[in-house]
């Protein structure tokens, strides 16, 4: 399925790279088949993913981590993990589900061909965590059944790569129609909505140069009283906590995946000093960034 190349500190890097002869740029299994075929021990091993992920458990319940964070999941959760993010399937052993692999290259390219752009699906749409009923879960498992079932058909490389691409965007977009319509029953209105997400979007940009609501109030042409107001009806959290969020997030990042000094990830991250750093990270995580990175030696 992958190769691992291993990394200095606890956390291996995971590039997409099935085993030859396969040709296609998205592979689909079973948990059960990935837990038959990899030692337990390295089911276990915290991964740095070069590629998307979509899980989707249909039956049991388990834990996974995302980011450090758990997240509790159960018969019907789906969950979207992007390049870049950390992640680790848990130590639960009485679940199964699917997962779909695939490489970024897979994505129609945005460009500036109007028509290409009406193609091109934006992944930042579909959510990260998404709960679905019984039906939504069979329709699921159909459409993944269906995808399998297709790479088996006799065919050219190309045609049957353009297929399964067109059959997962059909997919992933009726998970985020299903994901707005379980919105609409939430007080968030359009724009509030809308606002949220370019924020969020200029946070992914900017994290490491701008740490100050007023500065993404200013390029959102709003007050800030309003982007914190849409903050708290998206994600529950002001604007500031978010934007601290993502930065504690990055400094975690740095610590576990390279050997940076603290004073080099403090000046990655826009911190004018070490020591602002330090108390910083210190507020938001409960420790030390020093003790932070001894804990996941």
Not at 48 to 56: G, N
Not at 69 to 78: A, K
Not at 95 to 117: A, K, M, Q, V
Not at 246 to 265: F, G, P, V
């Given at each position: 399925?992958?190769?691992?190349?291993?990394?200095?500190?606890?956390?291996?890097?995971?590039?997409?790279?099935?085993?030859?002869?396969?040709?296609?740029?998205?592979?689909?299994?079973?948990?059960?088949?990935?837990?038959?075929?990899?030692?337990?021990?390295?089911?276990?091993?915290?991964y740095?993913?070069?590629?998307?992920?979509?899980?989707?458990v249909?039956?049991?319940?388990?834990?996974q981590?995302?980011?450090f964070?758990?997240?509790?999941?159960?018969?019907?959760?789906?969950l979207?993990?992007?390049?870049?993010?950390?992640?680790?399937?848990?130590?639960?052993?009485?679940?199964?589900?699917?997962?779909?692999?695939?490489?970024?290259?897979?994505?129609?390219?945005?460009?500036?061909?109007?028509?290409?752009?009406?193609?091109?699906?934006?992944?930042?749409?579909?959510?990260?965590?998404?709960?679905?009923?019984?039906n939504?879960?069979?329709?699921?498992?159909?459409?993944?059944?269906?995808?399998?079932e297709?790479?088996?058909?006799?065919?050219?490389?190309?045609?049957?790569?353009?297929?399964?691409?067109?059959?997962?965007?059909?997919?992933?977009?009726?998970?985020?129609?299903?994901?707005?319509?379980?919105?609409?029953?939430?007080?968030?209105?359009?724009?509030?909505?809308?606002?949220?997400?370019?924020?969020?979007?200029?946070?992914?940009?900017?994290?490491?140069?701008?740490?100050?609501?007023?500065?993404?109030?200013?390029?959102?042409?709003?007050?800030?009283?309003?982007?914190?107001?849409?903050?708290?009806?998206?994600?529950?959290?002001?604007a500031?906590?978010?934007?601290?969020?993502?930065?504690?997030?990055?400094?975690?990042?740095?610590?576990?995946?390279?050997?940076?000094?603290?004073?080099?990830?403090?000046?990655?991250?826009?911190?004018?000093?070490?020591?602002?750093?330090?108390?910083?990270?210190?507020?938001?995580?409960?420790?030390?960034?020093?003790?932070?990175?001894?804990?996941?030696l």
């Open positions: 399925m992958v190769r691992i190349s291993k990394q200095k500190i606890n956390i291996e890097r995971l590039k997409y790279q099935p085993v030859l002869p396969y040709p296609y740029d998205v592979e689909i299994f079973r948990v059960s088949d990935l837990k038959q075929r990899t030692p337990k021990e390295r089911m276990s091993v915290t740095r993913y070069e590629f998307y992920m979509l899980i989707c249909t039956q049991g319940e388990c834990i981590w995302v980011d964070e758990p997240i509790s999941c159960s018969t019907g959760t789906f979207a993990i992007s390049p870049g993010q950390v992640h680790n399937f848990g130590h639960d052993e009485n679940w199964d589900g699917w997962i779909i692999l695939f490489r970024s290259e897979f994505l129609i390219p945005n460009t500036s061909t109007l028509n290409e752009l009406k193609l091109a699906f934006d992944f930042g749409r579909l959510p990260s965590i998404l709960n679905l009923n019984h939504e879960l069979r329709r699921s498992i159909a459409s993944i059944e269906q995808m399998i297709d790479l088996l058909i006799e065919g050219t490389e190309e045609d049957i790569h353009m297929l399964l691409r067109y059959q997962l965007y059909a997919f992933v977009t009726w998970l985020s129609i299903l994901h707005k319509c379980k919105r609409m029953n939430e007080t968030i209105d359009s724009q509030t909505s809308l606002r949220f997400i370019s924020f969020q979007k200029l946070v992914e940009k900017y994290f490491a140069k701008l740490s100050h609501v007023s500065e993404y109030a200013t390029r959102l042409n709003c007050t800030e009283k309003t982007l914190t107001r849409a903050t708290m009806a998206a994600v529950g959290i002001s500031k906590a978010f934007i601290s969020a993502r930065i504690n997030l990055e400094a975690k990042r740095l610590l576990m995946h390279t050997d940076y000094s603290i004073s080099d990830i403090a000046e990655k991250l826009n911190f004018k000093e070490a020591t602002h750093f330090s108390k910083f990270f210190k507020r938001e995580t409960g420790c030390t960034p020093a003790e932070f990175r001894q804990q996941h």
